[in-house]
């Protein structure tokens, strides 16, 4: 009972800052994930279409490497190219996030059943209007948990920005490890998880209005 | 009108799809391109629309050449249906039906008024189906919403790859008899690329048959089926159907007149012809002119009811007459649907006798029983 008033008590005394580290972490993650997507979704469209098989798995083996380089470490090599703070903290989380939307939408394009791309070609759609009307809402569900997945992943490695002084939720976690303070760590790691929640249910919502299958 | 003139196709691999292909598509008809996988049909088809492009040769659309129009603006000009329907999963009915109106930017208005129009033209219930999606349909019922979207934009030309191969017979079928019921409405040029023999002889005008690239034989069916061209178009068209064809060319219509009829003069009182009617146990007589000629025919109950009267208040026209030289196979197309006698006369309209009907049909059933059994 104690723990709880003394909770209560940390969140009136800290509720400014502890909505602070929120919206930086929301507003890292929103800017990774939209860049990511404006990026990444053209590419793997591209790549469904482009005639090389070498530039297509040259592609897929650099998003490949990105993702396997730990966290903390891809953080760390930023600072000697981009210095510390929020740029950094976006390009590093946008090589991670290239893999799995890289991959989902790629799958999604060429799950197409082949059928429905030659009617869309033999009834005079130009292939601009054959990507955008036909082969990318078909594609869509594919493309929709790629991004979802994605979503969800970005906010959870947002935290570790704060390492590189990109600030968000990580921060609070930091300064709790550093004063051996509970509620502090308790508090970011809690709202990482409502942020990634609630994200979540929103485009599960986006998702349900695009799909009407 | 599509021509084509010396088209050849080599791949980069070198491989020889088609060689010196001279096809003429005969505009308002149903054309059939047909022959074993590999002929290059499909090929043939989808130079039309420029899905492929051709080596050499030229390919013309009303006059112009193909290779010259714009790809896109010449797909649009031409209806398209594939094999696996290929509806757009993600779209309505409606939508599916609409595209290429769409594509060509017509008014809303039009494209609804078109759409129902066209769905109520397969008999689909336009406020049943139009907002649904394509896996709520039936394969045949998505095949038909594939034919009517091919037609949705008026084309002239119909390009179809095998549209009912993969329904099952049933379904099949029925297409096959609505696109027939169809085209007498419509009269597209419609090419259509099957496998199938049967189809073939079923629905074309006009069969293109293809073996390696080349065009083996083009025609009616029934020229193919009765002059084929040589050994390979013998064995695609089947023995089996090449002789249920000559069997039923062969059969002579003598074998099915009955000349055992009862004659009447014209101007014999009704109760004569009553008693003659009575006493050779018929139920219907030929009427005959002085000179022998057909005149028409009495009914027994006609006679009874009017006994009093001159044969000539009674004598009705009969709703069909053939002649003893005409084929069996022009008799048959004939007969269909009359249940009345059928007098057969001679060249100078003298009556021979009465087409045996039910001998006709009895030898026919055992023909098309024997074929049915062997294929």
Request: hydrophobic fraction near 45%; proline fraction near 3%; glycine fraction near 6%.
């Amino acid at each position: 009972m104690e723990l709880l008033q003394d909770y209560i008590a940390f969140w009136a005394d800290k509720y400014a800052s502890i909505f602070d580290y929120m919206l930086e972490h929301v507003l890292i993650s929103l800017t990774v994930a939209i860049i990511s997507i404006v990026f990444t979704i053209p590419l793997a469209v591209w790549m469904t279409k482009m005639k090389s098989t070498k530039l297509r798995s040259f592609i897929f083996n650099i998003a490949n490497i990105f993702q396997t380089i730990p966290t903390i470490a891809l953080l760390a090599i930023m600072i000697p190219i981009f210095g510390i703070g929020f740029t950094p903290a976006i390009v590093a989380l946008f090589l991670y996030a290239l893999l799995p939307l890289l991959r989902n939408t790629y799958s999604g394009m060429e799950s197409i059943d082949q059928e429905v791309v030659e009617a869309a070609k033999g009834m005079g759609f130009t292939s601009f209007q054959r990507i955008v009307k036909i082969e990318l809402p078909i594609a869509l569900p594919y493309i929709m948990s790629g991004i979802r997945v994605t979503s969800v992943y970005i906010i959870s490695w947002t935290t570790l920005a704060a390492l590189i002084g990109a600030g968000g939720l990580g921060d609070l976690v930091l300064a709790g490890i550093g004063y051996n303070d509970t509620f502090m760590i308790f508090t970011g790691a809690f709202l990482a998880i409502i942020i990634a929640l609630i994200l979540d249910f929103v485009l599960a919502t986006v998702e349900n209005k695009l799909i009407k299958l | 009108m599509i021509e084509l003139k010396n088209v050849n196709k080599i791949y980069n691999d070198g491989f020889q799809a088609l060689t010196k292909v001279n096809v003429e598509f005969q505009e308002g008809k149903i054309n059939v391109l047909i022959g074993p996988s590999g002929c290059g049909k499909t090929t043939t088809m989808k130079l039309l629309n420029r899905l492929v492009d051709y080596t050499d040769g030229e390919v013309y659309f009303n006059g112009k050449k193909i290779k010259e129009m714009n790809p896109i603006e010449l797909r649009r000009q031409m209806g398209f249906v594939i094999q696996n329907i290929g509806l757009f999963p993600h779209m309505t009915i409606f939508n599916n039906v609409a595209t290429v109106p769409k594509l060509l930017k017509w008014d809303k208005d039009r494209i609804k008024k078109r759409v129902i129009e066209l769905l109520e033209m397969v008999n689909l219930d336009p406020n049943t189906y139009m907002n649904r999606y394509p896996s709520e349909l039936s394969g045949g019922q998505q095949q038909r919403i594939g034919v009517i979207r091919a037609l949705a934009a008026e084309p002239s030309t119909i390009l179809m790859d095998e549209p009912f191969s993969a329904l099952d017979p049933i379904s099949r079928e029925q297409l096959q008899d609505e696109l027939l019921r169809l085209q007498t409405e419509i009269n597209k040029t419609i090419i259509f690329v099957t496998h199938d023999m049967d189809e073939a002889l079923k629905i074309a005008d006009n069969i293109v048959l293809m073996k390696d690239g080349k065009v083996v034989q083009q025609g009616s069916p029934d020229s193919l089926l009765s002059n084929p061209a040589n050994d390979f178009v013998k064995e695609f068209i089947g023995e089996k159907r090449l002789n249920s064809n000559n069997q039923l060319n062969d059969l002579s219509l003598a074998n099915y007149i009955n000349k055992d009829i009862l004659l009447v003069q014209s101007d014999i009182r009704i109760e004569k012809a009553t008693s003659s009617l009575i006493e050779r146990k018929v139920s219907s007589a030929v009427v005959i002119n002085e000179d022998e000629t057909y005149n028409g025919i009495v009914s027994l109950y006609d006679a009874i009811e009017n006994n009093s009267s001159e044969i000539n208040s009674i004598i009705k026209k009969a709703s069909l007459i053939i002649y003893e030289n005409d084929k069996v196979s022009t008799v048959l197309e004939k007969i269909e649907g009359i249940h009345d006698i059928v007098p057969v006369l001679s060249k100078e309209d003298i009556v021979v006798g009465l087409l045996s009907v039910d001998k006709l049909f009895a030898t026919l059933h055992h023909l098309t029983e024997y074929k049915r059994g062997e294929i």
